[in-house]
Structures are given as C-alpha cells and as structure tokens.
C-alpha cells in the first residue's frame, strides 16, 4: 500500500506519496524539507518518517500546501531532482562500465540499515548494506537488495535506575512504514521454501532506496505455521536451529523470489555469511538442467562475490552436523552427492571449529572474495589459510575493499552548507576528488568553530529534550536523568564513544586509572567530558557487565555529571552523536575491529578520530587528522595491550587533545584545533566514502567477474 491508498492527496501535490516511500528523500536535504515544511510537529512526532506523516496530516494543512508558493516552489524543484536522478543516463556507471548494465548485481544481506523509519538493522553490518545500496544508485549501478522485513527488528534499549539493560521489542506498524506489499498474480505468497516436511511461503514487501529496489522476505502469512510465521519476526535470534531456519529462508528464499519477480541477476553478492545458503539453490537449479554437480558449483562459484565482515572467529555462523543432517539430508540427494561432499563445501577449517561454516561455504563457493580494511585483508587471508593448503598466505584469494560511508546520509546539514559554500555546490558529486576537497583548509577558521559548536548545542539540546520527556513520563529517576546528559556543557570538550558493547571494543578502557581520568574530567579549566551509546547482544553477558559498570560511573557523584549515557543507540542517534561530540574514540583490541565505520561518520563532519590504528584507522591515520592510541597491530599478542593502551590514552588527552582544544586566541578560537578538523574532514571525506567503496567494490570485484559470465545468467 501507498500513502495514497491509504487517503488521498490534493491534485497539486500528489506525488507526495511517491517522494515518501522512496528513501530517496532521506539523503536529500531538501526533499526531507518538503516535509518538515508540510506539518513541522508531525514530523517530528513521526520521528521523521514522511508515510505516516503524509498518512496523518489534517486534509487542512494539504489544501492549505496547495496554495503556499514557497512551499509549491520547493515541492516542485525537488520532484524535478527527484525525477532527473531516476532517470540519470550519464551516470558514472554508464560512463565507465556499460557493460555492466547487463544485468543487476543481486546484493544478499541480513540486515539493511536504510533509515530509522524502518527500523530491521542491528549495526555496523546493517548500516554498511544501506550505505551500499545507496551509493549504488547514486552511482547508477545496477542493484537489488535481498533481505528481511522483520516487523519487530532489533530490540530497543533501556536502562532501568540498577544499571541493567532491559530488551523492548516493539511491533512496526507496517501501513506506516515506506514500504509496498508486492502482489504476485497468484497471492500474497511470492516464493516457498521446505523446512523439514514443511512448506514455508514467503510474501515481498519493496524498499526503494533511489533507483535501488530492495526486496524484503516475509514469512508472517497465513497458510505458514504458527513457528514459521515469526521466523522473520526478529534480527539475530540466538537459538541456532531458528537462525538456520532464517537463512534457509534467506539464502534459498531469496533466489527463488527473485526468480518469481523475473529478475536475472548478472552478480550475485553474499554480504556476510548468513546469506551463502543461496549457492546451493543455485547449484540445484543448475542440476536440475543436467549439470553435473561439479560443473554446477563452478557455474556458480564464476559470478558469485563473497564479503567477510569480522575477524573473531565465534561471529562465524558455525552449525552442528546434526543440524545440517536434519535441513540438508534432502538436498544433497537431490543434487546427486553425498553428505561427505556437501560438507566439505562449509568445512571450516578454523581454528577447529567442527560443523558447517557459513564463511567456508562463501569462500569456497564464490570467484571474486574480500575482507572489509587493509589489515582485516591480512587477518583474513591468514586465517582462512587452511582452504587454500597448496597457497603462501599472500597468494590466498582474499583481497579487500575498506569499508566506506554514504556521506549525504552522513552529514550534518549545516556542515553541508559550509561545505557548498566554499567548494561549489556539486562538492558532494566530487567526492572522490582532492582537488575540490583540499580547498576545506581555506574555510574560515571562525566558521568552521561556529558550525561544530553549533553541532555540539544540537546534540545537548536533543540529550535533554530526551531526559525532560523521561523525566515528565515519571518512570525515571533524578539519578537517572543526570546520567542522561543533564548537566553537560556545551563549552567542555566532548568525547563520544559508542558503539556495540561487546568486550573486545573495550569501552571501559578509560576507566583503568579512576584517580587520574577524575582528574582529567574535573579539571575547572579544561574540563572533559564523555557520552556514551550502545546496545549489547541480548546474549552477551560479558558486554551487559562493561555497560553496567559505565552506567555506576555515570552516576557517581564524583564524575560530576561529566558522564552520560543516551538509551538505544540506533541511526538517530548516531547521527546526533557523531555530528555533535568533539572527539570519537575508538579502543577495539587490535586486529578484531574488521572496518568500523562510525569513526568515518564523525570525521566527515570533523569530528577527529581517537583511535587504536585497528580496523580502518590503520589506512586512515596520517600524523595530522586526529590521534592513534598505543602502539600498531604487531602488538596485537602482547598480554599487556590493555595496560599500554590505557597509558598512551590518558597521555594524548593531558599533552595532546586537551591542550590543543584549549589553546585559543583571543577571540577564543582554537588555530591548532581547527586545523586537526579540518584535515580530519579532507582525509575522510576522500578516502572512506561510500562512493570511493563502491568505485572500488566495482573496479576491483564486479568487473572482475567475466562478462560471458555475467551476461549468461
Ligand atoms: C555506524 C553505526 C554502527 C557501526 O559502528 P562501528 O564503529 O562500526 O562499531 C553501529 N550502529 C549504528 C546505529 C551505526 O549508525
């Protein structure tokens, strides 16, 4: 259904519901205006989701749009972008690559971060697939998501007054969501899938993300059974046999789906293992036409990419033998082999994990394969060594793409405007050009501080609008709204951390020495002070015990209300966060972080990066645009790296970052700072974007894929 299904919409302004349920608008300034100007306080109440604003406005204020020129003059310039970037001949793809117009490159994921209207991501993995699709489009990349609609996501976040993370799970409401049911002739039920003796149907919703569809399974219909019809209800569910059940539906699903929507897809791409169960329905079409399985899987294997997204070995999705004797029996007898052969296709090889690995079957069964950074490259290629026992590590097939981000999804508006200001206003076409970004170094120093303290005050605001609204609703306590962020201040220097809590991120690691990070934050003159964010696995205990400890900290007197903590970190509030604090800091232990990408958020607005040199910071750090923590990745097996790294902390805080911040003029802007920012945003911007990713992800695997092979699919 669209919103104008659902009522309908004055003559004047009726593609209102088709700007609202293309996402399209989320990355485009001035589209999001054409709301916030139809009903500023639905917007906000909606939490700026434009199909339940358009679905709820007063039929008033629609005729009263119809006759305000400023608002018809905005609404019809954007319809005008709108409809130019759909129908974009020259983009770069066509430019360089029409070759791989042939055929769309089918993107496989678990998770798609698109917008926090539609909330069915968890993290890092789920906001790097919506970045991706994006970027896609913008580059004219042909591209189709395959994922999950799941109506309750990921659970949302609070902290109860002890300090314990407490799991809502909320139910979506889908008519509200921008989302379409895709009605196939026959029904709902787009695909099946057999769990078992059982015949699971699986309905499509549609997400277009610009000129990317993204398919979205679902398999809550009534002909399914009460189990199978909340097997797409949640994200990451911990009970293994359901996540096998998930990823059948995935993997198998997805192909089917997409052949039931006559969609021919040239690549097909596994983002992450949980989708790789789609080459063996693949290779069982191939059989199917008389291929021997031998020659089916290299069929397969030739157009098939494969991404790893972590270096710690228990992220893998490992499935016990039983479980795969109890899904895949049927399979491999009807492909023709026996159970030694279908597991060899998922042996793990690592680190002597016995079962079927997810990440075997994507390496094994794919052409073109990467990690996410320089050094996960390396990490990776070391420890999938084993597939590959006649090759030196250096020669194994692995190579990498660093992960990037879509900056107009970013970026903070009001950086935005700076920037266009004084580099032109394509600058944002040109991201991948230091020419146009090197002019950043020229911006008035003056300007540059204003927009950032600006940004700082915006974050704040939105902190105690939060603690207010909690606080008025009477289920919190004084504690409690402290530990919110009630008595921060805008003039302290701001450090944000947030992220995953999980132990190897290490978010206590500035809580070593308590004496000495009092009296870093307390100081009267310089003071310091810290926001926190983050969810932890329902699961994981030890990540639970580190958010526990930071919440006791939070309300400690002593701290003085220098350390808060913002509930359920999610793409809202990480935009706040990462446009607002001064400075991020990073302390995974070294060689488990694979990319991360939320540094690569705060540094396109610059906000400088406080960082271990793991993940992207290893290619990032460059002397000038921010800090690197400790020593580099060869101290990745020393015993005493939380020690070291606490150390080196503490000391670029009391010599480094903190007198830098503090070091003004006497008109009270800091030279030095500023400059830290500025070339925090020049390397940033130019290096990790998503655009830069996709070039990349285009020029190193997609075109490495044969175009016979492309084409014959
Ligand atoms: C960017 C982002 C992440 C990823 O952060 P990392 O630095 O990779 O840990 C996780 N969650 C949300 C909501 C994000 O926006």
Not at 32 to 60: A, I
Not at 132 to 155: H, N, R, T
Not at 451 to 478: C, I, P, S
């Amino acid at each position: 259904m669209t919103p104008s299904e659902r009522r309908k919409l004055p003559e004047r302004i009726k593609r209102l519901d088709e700007l609202a349920t293309n996402l399209w608008w989320a990355w485009h300034p001035k589209a999001r205006d054409v709301f916030r100007m139809l009903d500023y306080p639905l917007w906000r109440e909606s939490g700026h989701n434009p199909v339940q604003e358009v679905y709820n406005t007063p039929d008033s204020k629609l005729e009263a749009a119809t006759q305000d020129v400023a608002f018809l003059s905005l609404y019809d310039s954007v319809m005008e972008a709108f409809d130019a970037d759909m129908t974009a001949k020259d983009t770069w793809v066509s430019a360089n690559y029409p070759e791989l117009a042939s055929g769309p490159i089918a993107y496989f994921s678990m998770e798609f971060a698109l917008h926090n209207s539609l909330p069915i991501y968890a993290g890092g993995l789920g906001v790097l697939a919506g970045d991706i699709c994006k970027e896609a489009s913008d580059l004219g990349l042909p591209f189709v998501g395959i994922g999950f609609m799941y109506p309750q996501g990921y659970f949302h976040q609070h902290i109860a007054a002890d300090g314990w993370q407490q799991e809502i799970y909320r139910q979506l409401n889908f008519e509200e969501a921008p989302i379409s049911r895709l009605n196939p002739p026959k029904g709902i039920s787009v695909a099946q899938v057999q769990i078992e003796d059982r015949t699971v149907s699986i309905a499509v919703w549609l997400v277009k993300a610009g000129r990317v569809n993204i398919y979205l399974l679902d398999t809550n219909l009534e002909q399914n059974t009460a189990q199978d019809r909340v097997l797409s209800a949640r994200l990451y569910t911990a009970d293994p046999e359901v996540r096998m059940q998930q990823e059948i539906v995935l993997g198998i699903g997805g192909v089917r789906v997409l052949r039931a929507l006559g969609i021919h897809p040239a690549i097909w791409h596994a983002n992450e293992g949980h989708s790789t169960f789609m080459v063996l329905e693949r290779i069982r079409e191939e059989v199917g036409r008389g291929v021997p399985f031998n020659e089916a899987l290299s069929r397969v294997r030739a157009n098939t990419v494969f991404t790893t997204h972590t270096p710690v070995a228990c992220a893998h999705d490992c499935f016990l033998t039983n479980l795969v004797d109890k899904y895949f029996s049927r399979y491999w007898e009807s492909i023709g082999i026996d159970r030694e052969t279908f597991l060899e296709i998922g042996r793990p090889d690592v680190e002597g994990r016995a079962g079927f690995n997810m990440t075997a079957l994507g390496l094994n069964a794919s052409n073109q394969r990467n990690a996410v950074s320089k050094l996960h490259g390396g990490v990776t290629r070391r420890m999938w060594a084993g597939l590959w026992p006649n090759l030196p590590e250096d020669k194994i097939p692995i190579t990498y793409v660093t992960n990037g981000i879509h900056v107009p999804t970013w970026i903070a508006a009001e950086i935005q405007r700076v920037f266009e200001k004084y580099l032109g206003h394509d600058c944002l076409e040109g991201q991948h050009d230091p020419a146009i970004w090197k002019k950043i170094l020229d911006i008035p120093d003056n300007e540059v501080w204003e927009v950032r303290q600006n940004l700082k005050v915006k974050l704040l605001n939105f902190m105690l609008d939060r603690a207010q609204r909690r606080w008025a609703e009477g289920d919190v306590t004084a504690q409690q709204v402290v530990t919110m962020g009630a008595l921060l201040h805008p003039d302290a220097l701001t450090i944000g951390f947030a992220r995953r809590f999980t132990e190897y991120k290490r978010p206590t690691l500035l809580f070593q020495d308590m004496a000495r990070l009092k009296k870093i934050l307390n100081n009267p003159f310089k003071p310091v002070q810290l926001i926190f964010a983050g969810k932890s696995h329902p699961a994981d205990w030890a990540g639970k015990q580190l958010l526990h400890q930071i919440y006791a900290i939070a309300q400690d007197r002593e701290f003085q209300g220098r350390v808060a903590f913002i509930e359920d970190y999610d793409m809202h509030t990480a935009s706040y966060m990462t446009h607002g604090v001064d400075v991020w800091l990073n302390t995974p232990r070294r060689l488990q972080e694979a990319c991360g990408t939320s540094g690569m958020k705060a540094a396109i607005n610059g906000v400088p990066h406080l960082s271990v040199r793991d993940g992207w910071w290893y290619e990032g750090y460059n002397g000038s645009n921010g800090w690197a923590i400790g020593p580099g990745p060869e101290a990745a097996f020393s015993d005493r790296q939380d020690e070291v790294d606490a150390q080196s902390l503490y000391r670029i805080l009391e010599e480094e970052v903190i007198p830098l911040y503090y070091d003004r003029d006497r008109a009270g802007f800091p030279h030095g700072w500023i400059r830290v920012v500025k070339e925090s945003i020049l390397s940033s911007v130019t290096l990790f974007s998503a655009c830069r990713m996709m070039m990349d992800y285009t020029e190193k695997m997609y075109r490495e894929i044969p175009q016979s092979i492309r084409s014959k699919t």
